[in-house]
Nanobody, 128 residues
């Protein structure tokens, strides 16, 4: 059974840091070509935050998080991380881990419709 389980969310103040984890079971993340982190704030669309090409390690980030967030892989733990620093109130959202096979169509790694496997999410709240 394919499972992606996120953890590490919480409440922090502006400028704080959190590290989100996505533990993968039922498959190895390198059987999926791209692993991504998405977020969804109340009343808003789910948006791509970061993605990583599992074979080559290339990373992709939304402009809003570049320089503050880092996506990475841990082969031994079959886990994907999202290190978040310099957090802002606008980063408040439910964060989801996702996976897909193959290259995203049109290079749109940020398009949630291109990902098949999803976790249940972990809440991140940033207060001012």
């Amino acid at each position: 059974q394919v499972q992606l389980v996120e953890s590490g969310g919480g409440s922090v103040q502006t400028g704080g840091s959190l590290r989100l984890s996505c533990a993968v079971s039922g498959f190895t993340y390198y059987s999926r070509d791209y692993m991504g982190w998405f977020r969804q704030a109340p009343g808003k669309e789910r948006e791509g935050v970061a993605s990583i090409y599992t074979a080559g390690g290339s990373t992709y980030y939304a402009d809003s998080v570049k320089g503050r967030f880092t996506i990475s892989l841990d082969n031994a733990k079959n886990t994907v991380y999202l290190q978040m620093s310099g957090l802002k109130p606008e980063d408040t959202a439910m964060y989801y881990c996702a996976a897909r096979r193959g290259v995203p169509y049109g290079g749109r790694w940020y398009d949630r419709r291109q990902y098949v496997d999803w976790g249940q999410g972990t809440q991140v709240t940033v207060s001012s």
